[in-house]
Nanobody, 124 residues
Framework: QVQLVESGGGLVQAGGSLRLSCAASGRTFSSYGMGWFRQAPGKEREFVAAVTWTGGNTIYADSVKGRFTMSRDNAKNMVYLQMNSLKPEDTAVYYC?????????????????WGQGTQVTVSS
């Protein structure tokens, strides 16, 4: 089992940057594909990015490609999302999630464990 705790959210002006962190518990963390999702008010939770077990490959939603970078450090049981050139439409609660089978799924139902989320607000 994996427990996930996100941090690093906050209020930032458009064009600014934030780095989200996700701390994972459990000795099997490195066996999980990891993902970031976000949910804006009144909208469905949507895929943002995913990374393989080793961190060697990543995929991104088209809306964040070129601006966001996902990484992981298995030695520290950590996952990160570096967000640059933030836009007001990036405003959402951001969630870290762990996928037990495979990696890179864009459907939230494919993920087995979720954090509680961290709020990101981008002002114009």
């Amino acid at each position: 089992q994996v427990q996930l705790v996100e941090s690093g959210g906050g209020l930032v002006q458009a064009g600014g940057s934030l780095r989200l962190s996700c701390a994972a518990s459990g000795r099997t963390f490195s066996s999980y594909g990891m993902g970031w999702f976000r949910q804006a008010p009144g909208k469905e939770r949507e895929f943002v990015a995913a990374v393989t077990w080793t961190g060697g490959n990543t995929i991104y939603a088209d809306s964040v490609k070129g601006r966001f970078t996902m990484s992981r450090d298995n030695a520290k049981n950590m996952v990160y999302l570096q967000m640059n050139s933030l836009k007001p439409e990036d405003t959402a609660v951001y969630y870290c999630a762990a996928q037990a089978r495979g990696w890179g799924a864009k459907e939230k139902t494919r993920y087995d464990y979720w954090g509680q989320g961290t709020q990101v607000t981008v002002s114009s």
